[in-house]
């Protein structure tokens, strides 16, 4: 297992940095900006691109028939799977937390982000960048990198006017209302996430280990 | 030890081994009770089949030209007067067969030929 | 203890069939399974890591089935297949990395010994590596984890020469200990013949022999002489026949052949392609 989280990380230092160096553009610049009003998206927008890191890696793994090769070493297909998510994970809280830091950053220089309003920023954000790999990694490990595809950008499309329209129910169409209860929904997105994420794993490892390469 | 394999013979590779083994236990090269190499060392040695290797060391051993202690190897056996005997019997009626061809190819009787083998071993006194 | 052993292994796709197969290969001994392309070498070599499902039959891996803790068996089974699916970005060093965090007793010294003793270039990335040397990456891996059972197919063909005398000098050490097994697949048969103990030959997924080297060689021979000559052996035992302008030839059971006809030593490539064609 350690053996395929380090070759996962040796691919993201090669194939990723386009990847971070967005991440840092936006970082810096949404710790930067001055004017008022929550950006949901573009400060969380980094979140997003960690989810999409997975999904990025099977790539390489069917180009380099890394997928084949695999199976002759001792590793199952489970931990195959496995590697792919928690390298996921562990990308998605390191941009998460850089995303709060930034976001509290910009609030320190007074601007008109509440607190209550970054949190629920920051649990929706979690929900919707941890759906892309829920979504699209079990399709893609299923049909294989072509067709899941088709299936993964179905679900950006899904993600991103799901999120649009979560925002616009829970925050109203001004954003500059914050329900009261932003904390239980920032929670319970949070946890949400996490579940399906774990469903996902689960389900993944079960359609991998019956595929025929 | 010196053992040279012929793939482009006809011979098969076991009988080149046995033949090869036997000749330098006859003519001492091989000391008596002297440790050969184990059969597979051999084999991967020459990198040939180590099945081969173990029949040419059976065909020793069956004409009692080495002996096998469990544990430790296979060993030339001490030679014996009757095996060099033997050996010698061999080389003298291989001999005898180019001397009767030799004899056909230039249309000697046996008789002539005869003379000639008794003229040679008058001389030899 | 049997290295491997395969009982009526069978897998079916459409328009091909391999098998039911029944294979033996007892330890400390290399087997050369020998087979034109498509015969299902691959397929079988899959077959018997569970890459692929099988239909029927039983696979036995080093006395332990394949369908149980599948994992640990594989730490003492070095595997390359005809191509290694290193990512591109990973240089040999790299991978020696990773390898160790997935083999439990990988040997990075051995690695470093293999690596050298190959001639693999060191600090280029996999995708810049020529298909030679590729090879040799993967073959160091398969080496360098304390393997028991190596399963090799076509792992020489796009090797030149030298290297391929190096890979047989390394199964042959390989094999000096009678616990490590090989099973070597390939088209290219002039190598492996040497070295090879047993000999199986698959055709169209099925197995049309399997048995010791040698007395497959003694078994049969090469005849040749006019037609009306070989026309006296009784044709059972002709594995095929052909016809030219200046004669006749065929490879036939030597038992087979009247005294006084010379035979001609037969190697096991001849053999194979006269079987085949005696097949069709």
Same mark, same amino acid.
């Given at each position: 297992m350690r053996g395929l989280l380090r070759k996962e990380w040796y691919l993201i230092r090669r194939h990723c940095r386009t990847y971070l160096a967005v991440a840092a553009l936006f970082l810096v610049t949404s710790a930067a900006v001055k004017s008022g009003g929550g950006n949901l998206f573009m400060t969380f927008y980094p979140c997003i691109l960690a989810g999409i890191v997975p999904t990025t890696l099977l790539a390489y793994d069917e180009q380099s028939r890394w997928n084949v090769y695999s199976d002759t070493l001792a590793c199952t297909r489970a931990q195959v799977v496995s590697a792919k998510y928690l390298t996921g994970l562990l990308l998605e809280l390191g941009m998460i937390l850089l995303c709060v830091a930034a976001s509290l950053f910009r609030m320190s220089r007074g601007t008109a982000v509440s607190g209550r309003e970054l949190l629920l920023q920051t649990g929706l954000m979690v929900l919707v960048s941890l759906l892309i790999p829920v979504i699209s990694l079990p399709l893609m490990l299923r049909f294989g990198v072509e067709k899941g595809r088709i299936f993964f950008f179905a679900a950006v499309t899904v993600t991103c006017v799901g999120s649009l329209a979560l925002s616009r129910t829970l925050l109203g169409d001004s954003t500059d209302q914050i329900p009261p209860h932003a904390s239980a929904i920032a929670v319970g997105a949070v946890l949400a996430g996490l579940v399906l994420y774990g469903l996902s794993w689960l389900l993944s490892i079960r359609l991998y280990q019956n595929r025929e390469l | 030890m010196t053992i040279w394999i012929d793939n482009r013979s006809g011979t098969p590779i076991y009988d080149q081994i046995y033949t090869q083994i036997r000749r330098q236990i006859v003519g001492g090269e091989l000391k008596e009770n002297e440790l050969l190499p184990s059969i597979r060392g051999l084999a991967k040695d020459l990198r040939i089949s180590f099945i081969t290797t173990k029949r040419a060391y059976e065909e020793l051993e069956k004409e009692g030209f080495l002996y096998t202690v469990p544990g430790k190897g296979c060993f030339v056996a001490p030679r014996n007067a009757e095996l060099i005997r033997e050996e010698n019997l061999k080389k003298i009626e291989a001999h005898i067969e180019e001397i009767a061809r030799l004899g056909a190819a230039c249309g000697l009787s046996r008789e002539e030929l005869l003379d000639v083998v008794r003229f040679g071993l008058e001389d030899e006194r | 203890m049997n290295a491997l052993e395969i009982r009526g292994l069978k897998k079916t796709f459409s328009g091909f069939q391999l098998g039911p197969l029944d294979l033996t290969l007892p330890g400390g001994c290399i087997l050369g399974l020998i087979g034109e392309n498509g015969a299902g070498k691959s397929t079988t070599i899959k077959l018997i890591l569970n890459?692929?499902?099988?239909?029927?039959?039983?696979?036995?891996?080093?006395?332990?089935?394949?369908? #149980?803790?599948?994992?640990?068996?594989?730490?003492?089974?070095?595997?390359?297949?005809?191509?290694?699916?290193?990512?591109?970005?990973?240089?040999?060093? #790299?991978?020696?990395?990773?390898?160790?965090?997935?083999?439990? #007793?990988?040997?990075?010294?051995?690695?470093?010994?293999?690596? &050298?003793?190959?001639?693999?270039?060191?600090?280029?990335?996999?995708?810049?590596?020529?298909?030679?040397?590729?090879?040799?990456?993967?073959?160091?891996?398969?080496?360098?984890?304390?393997? &028991?059972?190596?399963?090799?197919?076509?792992?020489?063909?796009?090797?030149?020469?030298?290297?391929?005398?190096?890979?047989?000098?390394?199964?042959?050490?390989?094999?000096?200990?009678?616990?490590?097994?090989?099973?070597?697949?390939?088209?290219?048969?002039?190598?492996?013949?040497?070295?090879?103990?047993?000999?199986?030959?698959?055709?169209?997924?099925?197995?049309?022999?399997? #048995?010791?080297?040698?007395?497959?060689?003694?078994?049969?021979?090469?005849?040749?002489?006019?037609?009306?000559?070989?026309?006296?052996?009784?044709?059972?035992?002709?594995?095929?026949?052909?016809?030219?302008?200046?004669?006749?030839?065929?490879?036939?059971?030597?038992?087979?052949?009247?005294?006084?006809?010379?035979?001609?030593?037969?190697?096991?490539?001849?053999?194979f392609v006269h079987m085949v064609k005696g097949e069709r």
């Open positions: - | - | 890459m692929l499902r099988r239909e029927s039959g039983t696979v036995t891996i080093l006395g332990r089935d394949n369908g #149980q803790d599948l994992r640990s068996i594989k730490e003492e089974v070095g595997v390359v297949l005809d191509e290694v699916g290193l990512p591109d970005c990973l240089t040999s060093a #790299q991978t020696g990395r990773v390898m160790e965090g997935i083999f439990r #007793q990988w040997d990075a010294a051995a690695y470093a010994s293999y690596l &050298r003793e190959l001639g693999v270039p060191e600090g280029k990335a996999f995708k810049e590596m020529s298909r030679g040397n590729r090879m040799k990456l993967g073959i160091a891996v398969a080496l360098s984890h304390h393997p &028991r059972l190596l399963l090799l197919d076509e792992a020489t063909s796009g090797l030149d020469p030298v290297v391929r005398d190096r890979v047989v000098e390394m199964l042959a050490d390989f094999t000096r200990d009678e616990d490590h097994a090989v099973l070597l697949s390939s088209h290219i048969v002039s190598d492996l013949e040497r070295i090879c103990d047993y000999i199986a030959f698959l055709h169209k997924g099925k197995l049309l022999l399997c #048995q010791e080297k040698d007395r497959l060689l003694e078994e049969y021979g090469f005849v040749h002489g006019a037609a009306g000559e070989l026309a006296a052996i009784d044709s059972a035992a002709v594995l095929h026949r052909s016809e030219g302008r200046y004669g006749a030839e065929a490879i036939v059971l030597r038992r087979a052949v009247p005294a006084g006809m010379a035979i001609s030593p037969v190697t096991v490539e001849e053999l």
